[in-house]
């Protein structure tokens, strides 16, 4: 009889994704809005001089990481 391991051998499951391939699926990294903060607030920037004028995102854990975003980034770009 064939292991679990054995069965998922070759498979699709075997195959380990990476954070990008896993954020690709909900659009979480092709925004760019990876890096430091000041790297975030650069891509901020681009999108605000493009016209972008809503941007939706998505933490997790949801309120701990809220908060050091608006600490990090947003409150920096305030400042600006």
Do not use: C, H
């Not at 054995?6 to 498979?11: I, V």
């Not at 809005?33 to 939706?56: I, N, R």
């Amino acid at each position: 009889m064939p292991t679990y391991q054995q069965w998922l051998n070759g498979t699709q499951l075997e195959q380990r994704m990476s954070i990008e391939e896993y954020s690709v699926s909900n659009r979480g990294l092709r925004s760019g809005l990876v890096g430091t903060p000041a790297q975030v607030q650069d891509q901020l920037g681009k999108f605000e001089d493009a016209g972008v004028d809503l941007v939706l995102l998505q933490f997790s854990p949801q309120y701990e990481e809220m908060e050091r975003f608006g600490e990090t980034v947003i409150s920096q770009l305030v400042q600006a």
